[in-house]
C-alpha cells in the first residue's frame, strides 16, 4: 500500500488546510513481482523472496493468485477505507466492476455510485432507478450489467451505464438475478414466491419455476452447468433445471428463512447457504447433502461471498454488522468444543453428520448495522461490504509487521480501543468528518463534468469583454499602437442611418406588431404574471433599467421614451455617506457584539 500525499501550501502562497493522507492500494508492484519471479506450478510456481512478518518485506508481497494452496495469506484483516456519499442512503448491492478498477454500489435511493478501487474515492452518481434497487448482476462477457429494483423493474446497461432496455420482470419486488454461462439467459427471483427465466436478446419471460411457497429470496445460475439454486422464506433450498422447468431436489437444512445462496465460482462443486438461523451451510451437489456447518454468529447471517481464487475460503456477513472469515479446511474448532470429522473422511459419507466450522478470522464491529452485501475485487486482494449503516468498506490482509490492527475498533469495538489508546473518539471523530469532507470534495470535483451551462440572464446586456458602448451611435477611436501615429480625427457627421428615425425627421413610426394600440399600453401587471408562469425572470417596472443595464454616458433616449433613472456620481451602488438622497444601504451586522454575549453566556469560550 503506498500513500497519495496532499499538499499543505497553495501556488500563490496562501494557505490550505492540510488534508489527511489517502491511502492507495497499488497492486501492480505485486503482481509485476510475482510475474517476473514465477515458474510453473510442478516446478514450485515461485523461485522469489519469501515474504516475512517484517516491514522490510513489504515489496516482496504477493497476490492471491501466487498462493492458491494458502488461503490464510489472503484473509482480509485490516480496514483500508469507509465511503459514503454526500447524502447518504443504506447501501443494498456492492459489485466490483470486471476489470476491477471500480467499485459499483447500489443504494435503497435508487441510485448507482461509482467508487476508485485503488483510492477509494467518489468517481461518479446517477439515479438509476426510482426506488430502492435489491439485485445487479454483470454478464460473464463483461459487456452488460442488468439490474432489479423493488418494483419488479429490470433494466440493461452497458459498461458506460447507458441504460437500453426497461422490462417489467415482476409485480413484485425482485430479490436476486444471475445470468447464466452462456449468458444468453438469466433467472430473477421475486416476492411472488417464484422464479422467471429471461431471453436477453428479447427481454421477455420464458419459462417461470414454481414451488416454493412463499418469498424467493435469493437465486444463482452454476458457472458451467444448466443448473440454478433457489432460496426461500419457506426454509427450503432447491436446485432446479432450467430446460424442464423441474425442480430436481429440495435441500432440507435450515431453520429460518435463506438469505443467500452461491454456487462455488473456482471448482463449481459446493453450493453455500446462508439463513437467519445464524448459520451457513456448504453442499457438494455430487452427493445432494451439505458437508460443512459454518458456526460462530450470534445474529443472523445476511450475506455471504465465496473467493475468487480460494476454493476454500468463505466469508459472511452478520446482521447486527459482524464479518467472518471462514476456511473450510480449518475447522478451527474452540476450546471445549468436540472436534467433528470431515464427511469425506467417514466411514459412511452419505450418513455422517455434516463438520462444524468456526470462523478462522472475526471482525465483530465491521458496520454498525447490517451488512447486505459482500464482493470481492476480481484479483481476490480487496473485500468490499455495504452495509444499511450507509457506508461502503474496503478490507484487505495486513501488511507484512503490522500487528496492531487485531486491536482497532473493528475487532474489540469503540469503547475496549479507546481503552487501550489504539482508538481515539476526538480523533475519530474528526478523522470522520475530514473523510467526508474528502468524499464532498471529490463529489463535486466529479459532477462539474455533468452540470449544465448556465442559462444567461434574458435581460443581460449581449456584448464582449472588453468592448465599450458606443456613445450616440459613434463608435469609441480603436486604440494606439505603440509607435505608430493615430490617424486623425474625422470631424464630418456619421453616415446616415438606413431607416428614419419616427418623430424626428417628420417620416410617420412604424405599425407595432402583433397589432398593438400604443393609446392603450398593455397591463405591466398582466406581462409580469404572464412571464413568471413561463419561468421568466420578470420585467424592470415601468421607468427603470433592466439589471445590470447602465447606460453609457452622454447617452440620449429617442424621442418618445421616458428618461432613464438617474444614479447618484457614485455610481449604480448608493453611497452610504449620506452625500445623495438615494436609498442606502444598510450597514451588515457585526457578529462581535453577539459573540461575546454568547461568551458570558459560557459558550464559544475554547478554542478549536
Known sequence: MAYDPRGDGGHDGGYIRARGRRPVTDYGSTLAHWMRNRQPRFKGTFTGEVE??????????LPPLARVTNPADSVPTKHLHSSLNKIKHPVNVVRWTPEGRRLLTASSSGEFTLWNGTGFNFETIMQAHDVAIRALAYSHSDDWLISADHDGMIKYWQPNFNNVQVIQGHHDPVRDLAFAPTDSKFVTASDDSTLKIFDFAGGVAESTLQGHGWDAKSCDWHPTKGLIVSGSKDHLVKLWDPRS???????????NTITKTVFERVMGWCLATSARDQTARIFDIRMMRDICLLRGHEKDISTLAWHPIHSNLLSTGGSEGSLFHYILDDPNTPAGQAI???????????????QSIYPSHKLPFAHDFAIWSLDWHPLGHILASGSNDRITRFWSRARPGETDIFQDRYHIGEAAAEAQGTWDRRGGRRQRQEEEEQELEDEMEGLVDQKMPLKQSAFAFPGLPGLSFPANGIPPPPPQIPGVTAPPVST????????????????????LPGGLDPNNPADFAKIAEMMQKAGLPPPPPPGMLPPGFVPPPNFAMPPGFPPPPVFPPGGADMQADGSNAGRRRAPLPSQEESLRMEQKKGNYTRVR
Open 492 to 511: 464630418n457627421a456619421p453616415p446616415p442611418l438606413p431607416f428614419p428615425i419616427p418623430s424626428a425627421t417628420g417620416a410617420p413610426p412604424p405599425p
Open 245 to 255: 422447468q423441474r425442480c430436481l431436489t429440495t435441500l432440507h437444512g435450515h431453520k
Open 52 to 61: 516475512r512478518p517484517s516491514a522490510s518485506y513489504i515489496v516482496d508481497m
Open 340 to 354: 467433528s470429522t470431515a464427511v469425506y473422511e467417514s466411514p459412511d459419507p452419505v450418513t455422517a453428520p455434516a
